[in-house]
């Protein structure tokens, strides 16, 4: 089945740090390019961090310096390494895989289910 | 960054009628839209590319029009299922871009 599968969210203190993980399955993950996109409690949702086939990553200014994307091509796996941790960056971290478009960014094909993470003391 | 604003924000409908949520962007953005639907505690799923492409697997009930700031995403005959939250989303300029959703409920 082609899914992603996206874990290690949780509680976390402001300042503190967490990775998030996403297992990928059912097609050639080394050959997208991959994302995490977020969504806070009742709002929209905003893109936080790309990472080409070829491993360039990609930031917003919102989170540049603070997270670190990654992937284990050998084990299908997407990664999100969260530090100096805010209230604001509470939200549902999604994985998703993107389509790029020269000239452009990324459309979304697939996606995970989500995990919850929470910032506060 | 491109601004995207849907409108309604949330719509009631009934099973078996036509609804059309519209989406426009604050730059023109050529047909580089994409539209997804999202569930309660569900993975969103793609719908539309390229404005008015279904992706594999979508039924034909979807259709998505529009070009350079004004996009609209129809349902025609709603069913239970079709009950959601949508959004639209631009890939014309980095980054990428969200409109803020229209859930459409049962009326």
């Known amino acids: 089945e082609v899914q992603l599968v996206d874990s290690g969210g949780g509680l976390v203190q402001p300042g503190g740090s967490l990775r998030l993980s996403c297992a990928a399955s059912g097609f050639t993950f080394s050959t997208y390019d991959m994302h995490w996109v977020r969504q806070v409690s009742g709002k929209g949702l905003e893109w936080v961090s790309g990472?080409?086939?070829?491993?360039?990553?990609y930031y917003p200014d919102s989170v540049k310096g603070r997270f670190t994307i990654s992937r284990e091509n050998a084990k299908n796996s997407l990664y999100l390494q969260m530090n100096s941790l805010r209230a604001g960056d509470t939200a549902v971290y999604y994985c998703a895989r993107g389509v790029a478009v020269l000239g452009g960014s990324w459309y979304f094909t697939l996606w995970g289910r989500g995990t919850l993470v929470s910032v506060s003391s | 960054d491109i601004q995207m604003t849907q409108s309604p924000s949330s719509l009631s409908a009934s099973v078996g009628d036509r609804v059309t949520i519209t989406c426009r962007a604050s730059?023109?953005?050529?047909?580089?839209l994409a539209w997804f639907q999202q569930k309660p505690g569900k993975a969103p799923k793609s719908l539309i590319y390229a404005a008015s492409t279904l992706q594999g697997g979508v039924p034909s009930k979807f259709s998505g029009s529009g070009s350079g700031t004004h996009f609209a995403l129809t349902i025609r005959s709603l069913q239970p299922e079709d009950f959601a939250t949508y959004y639209c989303?631009?890939?014309?300029?980095?980054?990428?871009?969200f409109g803020q959703g229209t859930k459409v409920e049962i009326k």
């Open positions: 989303q631009q890939y014309d300029s980095f980054p990428p871009t």
């Open positions: 990472i080409g086939s070829g491993g360039d990553p």
């Open positions: 730059q023109d953005i050529s047909n580089f």
